[in-house]
């Protein structure tokens, strides 16, 4: 029976000997070929799909690891600044180690699936009349000063965690993809997949880190005041592992760019062409690559490709609404169905 990341992987994980075991029988994800896109841009293309993960997305990796780490030295209260999927993610492992959940959210900026997942676990959700970086810098100052325990990617536990999608993708395919690319926001989870394939030594991909055009500060070299972006979990401006993002890049000889809203939609739209239904932020990494594919000196050309998805599309339904076609409404009669079906 499958146990979870820790159980799969702890051997390879710096976790302190207290940890207890908190899990939600997260990671296992599938590596989903996607043939039809692959040849279209000209590589063997796979999607790591997070949003198959207990909460939806990638964030349950390293949160099982961050909550069974304060489990084992009797943490009653975690916190977090979130776009939303961290949110909902320490939501649902402080609930199931029976732990008080705060979570700090940028006011009217959370996609609807990820509020509702934070409330619905329990978690009390406090919005802040300001950006995820403001909520950030509020979370570390209270954690600073009180025995609460901060649980977003400034704690090492979590990036210990999330090392084992790098470990899941060398599995599956028996050694590192070419290139992997990636949207980054907080800059966690590159740092985190770096870390692992390093560690698990099947090879190291390139990088191909991905921001949204309005929340760039690694592509612009400094923090963005006001983040904006339709991919409100990258929204960020101003990222805490920053410094170890752009490193990584730079050790894999890989790259780092950022790619238009629209460009984000056309990604989004083209994964669920071939039955991948992603929010927008995970459709990044895509986009990324659709962009890289359309030079002349295309790097990935015939090479192995692993684009990380990182979170589910019914975490953000409304992005459809608004950006989508939306149904055509017919009375309930044959005729009209006839009419509608034959002369679409
Ligand atoms: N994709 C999704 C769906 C995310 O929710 C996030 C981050 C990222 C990509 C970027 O990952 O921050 O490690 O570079 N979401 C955080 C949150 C910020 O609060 O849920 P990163």
């Known amino acids: 029976m499958y146990r979870g990341v820790l159980e799969r992987y702890g051997h390879w994980l710096d976790l302190p000997a207290y940890t207890q075991v908190v899990t939600l029988l997260e990671g296992n994800t599938p590596l989903i070929p996607m043939p039809r896109l692959g040849r279209e841009v000209g590589c063997e293309l796979f999607v790591k799909f997070e949003g198959v993960n207990p909460t939806g997305s990638f964030k349950d990796r390293g949160m099982t690891a961050a909550i069974s780490e304060a489990a084992g030295r009797g943490v009653q209260t975690v916190i977090c600044a979130s776009t939303g999927n961290t949110a ?177 939609l056309q990604a989004q739209r083209l994964l669920a062409s071939e039955g991948l239904w992603v929010e927008p932020a995970s459709a990044a990494g895509f986009a990324g690559l659709l962009a890289e594919s359309q030079r002349p000196d295309f790097p990935m050309r015939g090479k192995t490709v692993v684009v990380v998805c990182t979170g589910h599309g019914l975490k953000d339904p409304a992005i459809i609404a608004e950006h989508f076609a939306s149904p055509r409404c017919i009375p309930a009669e044959y005729d009209a169905l006839v009419e509608a079906v034959l002369r679409p």
């Not at 810098?137 to 901060?150: A, D, F």
């Not at 997949?193 to 070299?221: I, S």
């Open 88 to 264: 909902a993610s320490a939501a649902a492992y402080a609930a199931r180690a029976g732990m008080r959940a705060i979570v700090l959210i940028p006011e009217g900026k959370v996609a609807v699936g990820k509020l509702a997942g934070a409330l619905a676990y329990g978690a009390e959700v406090i919005q802040v009349q300001g950006s995820f970086d403001a909520a950030l810098s509020l979370v570390v100052e209270i954690t600073q000063k009180t025995p609460i325990t901060l649980v977003n990617s400034i704690n090492p536990y979590r990036i210990e965690g999330q090392k084992t999608a790098a470990f899941e993708i060398c599995d599956t395919l028996g050694r590192a993809p070419d290139w992997l690319c990636l949207p980054v926001g907080n800059a966690g989870n590159i740092t985190s997949y770096w870390a692992g394939f390093r560690q698990y030594q099947k090879g190291q991909p390139r990088l191909l880190g991905v921001q949204a055009e309005g929340a760039a500060p690694l592509v612009y070299g400094h923090p963005i005041e006001h983040p904006e972006t339709i991919a409100t979990a990258i929204r960020i401006g101003k990222p805490a592992r920053g410094e170890q993002a752009l490193a990584a890049i730079q050790e894999s000889q890989g790259k780092l760019l950022a790619v238009s809203d629209e460009a984000i």
